[in-house]
C-alpha cells in the first residue's frame, strides 16, 4: 500500500520537528519530548503536532508553555529542511496517549496480582 502525500509530508515533519526539538532548541521549560504524531490537514496549512512529555504535571504544563513559545522557531527551523510551497502552521498538542496505557498495564497488573494470590490461597 502507497502512503499518500499528506502521510509522507505529516511523517517528515514529525521527524524533523523531532530533531529540531531535541537538538536545537534551549528553553529550560522544555523537558523531555517524544513526538507522537503530525495530523495534517487535507489542505496542508494546519498541522497538529502531538507530543509526549516525560515528568509530572508541572513539568507537562511548563514544557507546553515553552514550545507554545517557540512555535514560530521550530516552525522556521522545519522550513529551512524540508521544502514545501507553503509550511503548515504549528500546533503543539499533548499526547496522553501513553500515559493512559500505562494506567490500563498498571491495572491489568494489578487484577492479575489478585488472581495469583487468590490462587495462591487456595492452593494453601
Do not use: C
Not at 515533519?13 to 519530548?33: H, Y
Not at 511548563?62 to 513559545?69: A, E, F, Q, T, V
Amino acid at each position: 500500500m502507497r502512503y499518500s502525500r499528506n502521510d509522507r509530508v505529516a511523517d517528515l515533519l514529525r521527524k524533523e520537528t523531532a530533531k529540531i526539538i531535541t537538538e536545537q532548541l534551549r528553553d529550560p521549560r522544555v523537558g523531555i519530548i517524544t513526538v507522537t504524531e503530525v495530523d495534517l490537514s487535507p489542505d496542508l496549512k494546519n498541522a497538529k503536532i502531538y507530543v509526549n512529555i516525560h515528568g509530572d504535571k508541572q513539568t507537562i504544563k511548563d514544557s507546553m508553555i515553552g514550545l507554545g513559545k517557540a512555535t514560530g522557531f521550530i516552525q522556521s527551523k522545519v522550513a529551512e529542511s524540508i521544502v514545501l510551497k507553503k509550511m503548515p502552521k504549528f500546533r503543539f498538542v499533548y499526547d496522553d496517549t501513553l500515559d493512559y496505557h500505562d494506567k490500563i498495564e498498571r491495572l491489568l497488573n494489578s487484577i492479575n496480582s489478585e488472581k495469583s494470590e487468590e490462587e495462591w490461597q487456595k492452593n494453601s
